[in-house]
């Protein structure tokens, strides 16, 4: 009885709503679209079955029922039932039961997650390789253009068969849809919604066939430029669009989802040239005729790397727009020529493909740098198509024969184990106290034999102790510690373990303005070619007058972020140098530095020294440092003699560096 309950759900129930739907409706019905009481639909109808199930090891019952692992074999049906086509389809599963998903046919997850993967949290899924559902007006009701069918298969915990571990909700991920199931049909093994037009909500529909383009972190477009039965040509293209943030030694990945495979490339190059998948597999077996030994890559998930500037004119892998920088990509702030990079392939397909229409990206791309934030790419999404210079040298413009977007956005759920990269001390012209960067602000040595305490507040420090690394420090410190009668724990603070600090120091402040000083500093062997910097703050940003030593320009559509970058020969934040006698005196950090005048004309109310002319953030080279959790705003210890001098030996010390 079980089985044939099943089948009436499974196949029935839906066969009964595909044909209620195709059934001939008035037109006062077709002008109101919306849930009736017999379960009709004229919007998108999203469906979820569960088929079959049953216990896989390890056996955990009968004590612990809710860790108890189960297969299960699930569909998810998205119908188009309305008047307009459903473009870039997406739909939401709201798993409940800490599933884990083994595969998905004809879709793919959203994020750019690969399967296996956890999808506990619930999981977007987006059509691959059919993106868009017609309507059965523009197909005559062939549902094969009207819907899609994605066969699910993972592992759910706690729900044991008969029972059916449906999911919490669905829902339509595509902007202008209101979902609901209180009208529609439900079964022991099924769940669905309708999701009809919401009137009131911005239209997303331009009246072009592709979506519109879409603006993120990074933006890399796919365009294919031109195209055959078995094989096309594309390009792809990696814009940073972020104001501040840069990647270094870019690392491009996607997973091909049709056998496809990389002929010829020109640009960049993947990490590891293997073509035996090609040679043994289906493409071999195929093009019987074609030499594989002189392909790139026929990896299902290919890694590419950026090729360095002497390639630029290299004939054969280079001479390509934007190629060869190395895998930099600069904030288009700093350099917009250098935000970009390109490179084109060859890319060969498979059966059912081979006709120059058939034309899919590859799904699940992702980006990264050696350095830099984490990004988390969505899937590519169709848009109008390129155009692109005319290579006869003609004023008209070509156009690409598709165009597919990926936009890339900064993560925001940073994993735990990511140190930032640079650390922030505060200072003030009030203060004879430095608060320096905070203990192990980019990560500790947790080895026992390191004799230092991982938790206690950095020790205040004297100004002249901000020059001299981090080991050479500590005699400075224990004596300024007892010489303001401060406690010394034992053992003492570990350092900060940074290879970049910035001190922010409030020079002066008085009743028309007030300026800050901001130093960089390099403790790295490894120089900083085109280093950049920005502050936020919060309060004072209405009143930047000027920055005198670098270039400082306000990031567009913010109005508290200060980006900062050098003059041009001064964009080199050199490494750590030996002093002049090694022996007696300690290694010399590279550094810059700049004041940076605020008035407060446009800032009434303001209170600098109180915390208002210290930055909220701080950020170097597109990532966020560590921010000290004080501030040296106490008037207790006015400003000595000696500390006063802080200013000049900074000035001096910077002077004496680029002097050398």
Aim: net charge negative.
């Amino acid at each position: 009885m079980a089985k044939i309950f099943s089948f009436l759900n499974h196949i029935i129930l839906p066969l009964l709503i595909i044909i209620t739907i195709s059934l001939p409706t008035s037109i006062s019905q077709l002008q109101e679209p919306t849930n009736t009481p017999n379960g009709v639909c004229n919007g998108v109808v999203i469906q979820y079955n569960y088929d079959t199930g049953y216990q896989i090891p390890p056996t955990l019952l009968p004590g612990a029922p809710d860790k108890q692992p189960y297969r299960f074999e699930s569909t998810l049906t998205v119908l188009n039932a309305g008047f307009e086509e459903l473009k870039n389809w997406k739909v939401f599963v709201g798993f409940q039961h800490n599933e884990y998903l083994y595969s998905a046919s004809e879709a793919v997850l959203d994020d750019g997650t690969s399967l296996p993967g956890n999808v506990s949290q619930g999981a977007v899924f987006s059509g691959s390789p059919v993106t868009d559902l017609k309507t059965s007006v523009e197909t005559a009701g062939d549902l094969n253009q009207m819907m899609a069918r994605v066969e699910l298969v993972g592992t759910q915990f706690g729900v044991a068969p008969p029972n059916a571990p449906l999911p919490s909700n669905l829902s339509l991920a595509n902007d202008g849809y209101l979902c609901s199931g209180s009208n529609m049909p439900q079964g022991v093994n099924l769940t669905q919604v309708c999701c009809i037009r919401d009137l009131n909500a911005r239209s997303n529909i331009t009246t072009e066939q592709e979506s519109p383009l879409q603006s993120g972190d990074i933006s890399i477009m796919y365009d294919v430029t031109s195209a055959y039965e078995t094989n096309y040509w594309a390009q792809v293209t990696i814009s940073n669009e972020n104001p501040i943030s840069r990647l270094d030694y870019w690392k491009l990945t996607w997973e091909w989802m049709r056998e496809e495979f990389i002929y010829q490339m020109k640009g960049a190059y993947p990490t590891v040239l293997d073509t035996k998948e090609c040679f043994f597999g289906a493409q071999g077996e195929y093009y019987k005729d074609l030499d594989f030994s002189i392909a790139v890559t026929c990896e299902r998930r290919p890694t590419i790397i950026d090729l360095p500037p002497d390639r630029t004119n290299d004939t054969k892998l280079g001479m390509i727009p934007f190629c060869c920088r190395n895998g930099s990509l600069l904030p288009p702030t700093l350099d917009p020529t250098r935000s970009k990079s390109a490179f084109v392939m060859q890319v060969y397909k498979m059966k059912p493909d081979l006709n120059r229409t058939q034309i899919y990206p590859p799904m699940n791309w992702k980006i990264n740098g050696t350095s830099g934030p984490e990004y988390q790419c969505g899937q590519p999404v169709r848009v109008s198509s390129s155009f692109f210079p005319n290579p006869q040298g003609l004023s008209s413009d070509v156009s690409a024969v598709a165009s597919w977007q990926i936009v890339c956005n900064i993560s925001q759920a940073q994993t735990p184990q990511k140190k930032p990269n640079c650390c922030v001390s505060f200072s003030s012209f009030f203060n004879d106290s430095v608060v320096p960067c905070n203990t192990c602000a980019c990560g500790c040595n947790l080895n026992p034999s390191n004799m230092c305490n991982a938790t206690a507040p950095a020790l205040l420090l004297p100004p002249d102790a901000l020059l001299v690394p981090f080991d050479n420090r500590t005699k400075k410190a224990i004596e300024f510690s007892k010489l303001k009668h401060r406690h010394l724990p034992n053992p003492l603070p570990c350092g900060d373990n940074c290879g970049v600090s910035i001190n922010w120091h409030l020079l002066s402040d008085f009743e028309d303005g007030w300026t800050a000083r901001i130093t960089l500093f390099n403790w790295g062997d490894t120089s900083i070619a085109d280093w950049s910097a920005a502050v936020e703050l919060d309060k004072a940003m209405p009143g930047f007058e000027a920055v005198y030593s670098f270039n400082g320009t306000i990031i567009p559509d913010s109005n508290n972020t200060l980006f900062l970058y050098g003059h041009p020969g001064l964009n080199y934040l050199v490494a750590e140098t030996e002093a002049r006698k090694p022996r007696k005196d300690p290694p010399i950090p590279g550094s810059q530095q700049s004041v940076i005048l605020f008035t407060k004309k446009k800032t009434p109310g303001i209170n600098v020294p109180r915390g208002d002319g210290f930055p909220s953030k701080v950020y170097f080279n597109g990532e966020e440092c560590s921010l000290p959790t004080r501030l040296p705003i106490s008037f207790t210890h006015r400003l000595s003699a000696a500390s006063a001098s802080i200013t000049i030996l900074l000035s001096l010390f910077v002077l004496m560096a680029v002097l050398q």
